[in-house]
């Protein structure tokens, strides 16, 4: 049985250890406020941008007349975020899990992996797949905290990269946030551009200058860019609310073990006072 110190060693570790996850859960909490606010944003702009793309794309005109099409060569690129940090339960194990998921249904295919974070980036490097075959760079940084320039400049590299016909096809894989314990993992196609036209004829209230298919390519771009906000911010807002309630749950069982760990030091005490005692009374009496 342990000691009286020992015990008291570990109420007073596991305190510790509940003043990190404690300060961990009010920072995620912070974090995720924010994040929220800008996903909400995102999303709105997105939503926007996708009916200006159906009201100025000609009938008959599909996206790939605006941005060229991929080449037939199979080969893949796949976008797949995690996170640069733990303590935020099975978040980046589910996203490392869903890279066998994806070779099997892009079987026929070649893939080239750009991973957003390093938990899913140290994952691809073990299993020897090819990781950014045309020299974009690390992108952890994307995962951290990030500007809007350079995620500027991943989205053009990944646009010259499909029109110059280097690869068939773009997708992102990551986390849609829905609400705090609610996100799943979506493969959402990036190029080429997810489109389904909803009329039959060009609106005929809007004077356009220089000419419809300019003014549907430049908002397909902005599109495109509002794609990747949106899985980049998703993402990340999802990997604040694991993160919170991962933090969240630490929490709560470092207070029951703390409790238990105090019942047993309380009883071993009062246990070691009886015997004090006893042996007191005994050598009283005896003597």
Not at 101 to 106: R, S
Not at 168 to 187: A, D, F, G, N
Not at 256 to 275: A, F, H, M, V, W
Request: aromatic residues 8%; contains cysteine.
């Amino acid at each position: 049985m342990a000691s009286l110190k020992e015990i008291k060693g570990r109420i007073l570790s596991v305190e510790n250890t509940r003043k990190i996850t404690s300060a961990r859960q009010m920072i995620s909490s912070a974090y995720l406020h924010r994040a929220q606010n800008q996903l909400e944003q995102i999303r709105r702009y997105k939503q926007e941008l996708d009916r200006l793309v159906s009201e100025f794309l000609l009938p008959g005109q599909s996206p790939e007349t605006v941005v060229p099409a991929g080449t037939s060569f199979p080969e893949t690129a796949v976008v797949i975020f995690s996170s640069n940090s733990g303590m935020c339960g099975s978040f980046n194990m589910n996203m490392i899990k869903q890279i066998p998921v994806i070779v099997q249904e892009y079987a026929c295919e070649s893939l080239i992996w750009y991973p957003v974070g390093s938990k899913i980036r140290d994952a691809l490097r073990k299993l020897d797949d090819p990781v950014d075959s045309y020299g974009i760079g690390d992108l952890d940084s994307l995962a951290g905290k990030w500007s809007w320039q350079e995620v500027h400049q991943v989205v053009d590299h990944l646009i010259r990269l499909y029109q110059s016909e280097k690869v068939k096809q773009i997708i992102l894989v990551y986390y849609y946030y829905q609400t705090v314990s609610r996100h799943e993992i979506r493969i959402q196609p990036l190029l080429p551009y997810p489109f389904r036209l909803d009329r039959e004829t060009c609106p005929d209230h809007y004077l356009i200058e220089p000419g419809t298919g300019e003014m549907a390519g430049e908002l397909i771009r902005l599109s495109v860019y509002a794609t990747f906000y949106h899985a980049l911010i998703s993402n990340q807002t999802s990997e604040h609310a694991a993160r919170l309630i991962a933090m969240q749950l630490a929490t709560e069982n470092a207070d029951e073990l703390q409790e238990e760990l105090r019942l047993t030091y309380n009883k071993l005490r009062q246990q070691s006072i009886t015997s004090e005692l006893l042996d007191i009374i005994g050598n009283t009496f005896g003597g």
